[in-house]
């Protein structure tokens, strides 16, 4: 149960129908909704029968992806502060099939309303079977993309894409992360990443030194995603 205001106001500011639907319903997700708490790399969701309801991200940020049959890793989305998440309740979306995994890329808290709390709700509620499809066409959408990246584009342009939005996360031209990272988001191998990172610095875009990736010419980089 969510006994602290903060919380409450922010799943009444993240629930766009919170003001439309009735005492009573608010007053079960209320009484159902918890807070749950992971550490960087702490697994949020697995598999189908890993069903726990409507996340919503409190602080820290997650990261969804795929696994291959060969371990290779590709991110299909990343959810950041206030951001919500119907895919960890698969067991509500019948007719949907999607294996993936959802991890904390950092300390995170999620505000999670249990499946069966908001299966009640929606099953006789309009609204809330809106704002699923909304949430649910949100996360396709951004798994398309990537799709499409992984089909069309050349490496050269997918890493850059990944290093200005990275960039942007960190709201810094210095990105911290390793040549592995790097690989396991965009689903390629590590010597793949390494050689096309010293690619990027012979053509003075990047600075590489151990664990961090450094833009040296925005525009240029940027001209590579075009």
Partial sequence: MLDNIIDIELLKKNLPFWDKISNEERKLTLDNAII???????????DDADCKGLAIVKSGNLRAYMLSESGKEITLYRLFENDCCIMTASCLLKNITFDMIIEAERDCEIILV????????SSSNLLIQDFTNQLISSRFSDVMWIMEQVVFMSFDKRLAIFLLEQSAIEDSDTITMTHDTIAKNL?????????????????????????NIEIKDRKKLMGLTQ
């Fill in 114 to 121: 249990p499946s069966v709390t908001y299966e009640r709700l």
């Fill in 187 to 211: 689903g390629s191998a590590r010597e793949v990443v390494t050689r096309m990172l010293k690619y990027f610095q012979n053509s003075d875009l990047v600075y590489v030194s151990r664990g």
């Fill in 36 to 46: 749950l708490k992971y550490k960087k790399s702490n697994i949020v969701y697995s």
